[in-house]
């Protein structure tokens, strides 16, 4: 499935374990469901805005953005990341108060039913994005996977913490959890912000995508060809890269044009989607230039 349509899909299930968790909430009294269906908001509002990134990153180069738009997808994931850590800031100020004044829990069956049926439906959106997010190289699904992954683990951790305090008797095991589940969140709010600086200031391409290109670059390599100065990066769900191809003196323009193109024709099968700019050079060109592969 295409990042578009599941951002539309991941907003739709948004809205709907917002009403699922508000109930949940609504019928216990418990201020950890109430933490949990505050997140369910955050989970909205990345969504629509991850919807949002990903339309203007397909968007066509223009005069005033010739490179294209793809880098829109990482102001997703930063957005995504700051949410969850004002989420998770709501939900320690909400335990607080429930610390300090423990009320009793009413109708836990019928508000941990809801709950666990809204955990079952974002977990099973997670898979389906963190997969697509790997295929299209998308910084908005995996940002939006990453923060429904740990919407599941904060239901999980509230579910838990609500079974103990009726077995127990300890109220005070609820606002317990519901601080527990919002320090976690603010870890992985934060390596989403991270992630996102990191796209925006053009991170090179992960080991394994590197390997295939050097091992491309290998098969055309030999006495009368070379290459260096080679560098990548990624931008969204685009891949660049830029490399010299240094070829003998004395071949035809036609003949390094052919080679130029088999190439490139290799890197894009390796990498899919991958944009290559290869710059042809003659081999004396060579001792001018310190080589550079990085």
């Not at 349509?5 to 109930?23: D, E, F, G, M, P």
């Not at 998770?88 to 666990?116: C, H, I, K, N, T």
């Not at 939006?144 to 838990?160: F, K, M, Y």
């Not at 606002?175 to 527990?180: D, E, M, Q, S, Y």
Request: contains cysteine; glycine residues 8%.
């Amino acid at each position: 499935m295409r990042p578009r349509r599941l951002l539309q899909v991941s907003v739709a299930v948004a809205l709907l374990t917002i009403v699922l968790k508000t109930l949940a909430w609504w019928l216990t009294g418990s201020v950890g469901l109430l933490a949990d269906a505050m997140e369910s908001f955050v989970n909205l509002a990345g969504a629509m805005f991850g919807l949002a990134m990903v339309t203007v990153a397909a968007l066509p180069p223009d005069e005033e953005h010739p490179f294209g738009h793809h880098k829109a997808e990482y102001f997703s994931s930063g957005f995504e990341g700051i949410l969850i850590i004002g989420a998770a800031a709501g939900m320690v100020w909400a335990a607080a108060g429930r610390w300090l004044e423990p009320q009793p829990l009413e109708q836990l069956g019928w508000g941990l039913s809801l709950s666990v049926v809204s955990s079952a439906l974002n977990g099973a959106l997670a898979w389906a994005m963190i997969r697509a997010a790997r295929e299209h190289q998308s910084a908005a699904l995996h940002g939006d996977a990453r923060h429904l992954i740990t919407d599941v683990w904060t239901s999980a951790g509230v579910v838990l913490g609500l079974l103990l305090a009726s077995a127990t008797g300890w109220l005070w095991l609820d606002p317990l959890v519901a601080i527990g589940v919002a320090l976690n969140i603010v870890r992985e709010g934060a390596h989403l912000v991270w992630r996102a600086s990191q796209g925006l200031m053009d991170e090179a391409l992960e080991p394994a995508l590197r390997a295939r290109i050097d091992e491309v670059l290998a098969r055309f390599e030999g006495p009368e060809v070379h290459f260096d100065h080679l560098k990548t990066r990624h931008a969204g769900q685009s891949c660049f890269l830029d490399v010299h191809l240094y070829v003998p003196d004395d071949w035809t323009l036609g003949r390094a044009a052919a080679l130029r193109a088999s190439v490139e024709q290799g890197l894009i099968e390796a990498v899919p989607g991958l944009r290559a700019s290869i710059q042809l050079l003659p081999r004396d060109a060579q001792s001018h230039a310190a080589p550079d592969r990085a």
